[in-house]
């Protein structure tokens, strides 16, 4: 048949079924699951365009290259970034415990024994 592109063996044919819809990403798959995104559990926040908290981001960000990635060893430098995020309305107020961080230790700790 003239005209027409047969595929070598071992080779397959993509028809427009195979073709993903435009917007959508990956292959269609028959049957396959479609994957729903869910919102963030705090809801959405407005980026920095101001760059008010660059400081405390950066700071945190070079803490997190400089111990591979740790958080746990920068967590007063997310701390500092996100009070300073909700300091400048960036962000939802929240208490800090609510976001996995301890309160702020009163003054030094008392002795409750009593010498006598």
Same mark, same amino acid.
């Given at each position: 048949q003239k005209g027409r592109y047969l595929p070598a063996a071992g080779h397959c044919v993509i028809t427009k079924a195979h073709v993903p819809e435009p917007g959508r990403m990956g292959l269609v798959t028959p049957g396959a699951k479609t994957f729903k995104p869910t919102p963030p559990q705090k809801g959405s926040f407005p980026l920095d365009?101001? %760059?008010?908290?660059?400081?405390?981001?950066?700071? &945190?960000?070079?803490?997190?290259? =400089?111990?591979?990635?740790n958080g746990r060893l920068c967590r007063e430098a997310s701390r500092l970034y996100l009070q300073c995020r909700m300091d400048?309305?960036?962000? %939802?107020?929240?208490?800090?415990?609510?976001?996995? &961080?301890?309160?702020?230790?009163? =003054?030094?700790?008392?002795?409750?024994?009593s010498s006598s």
């Open positions: 365009h101001e %760059a008010e908290c660059k400081t405390q981001m950066q700071a &945190f960000m070079d803490c997190l290259k =400089a111990s591979n990635n400048h309305n960036l962000m %939802a107020p929240e208490h800090m415990e609510r976001l996995g &961080f301890r309160s702020e230790p009163s =003054a030094a700790p008392s002795s409750s024994s």
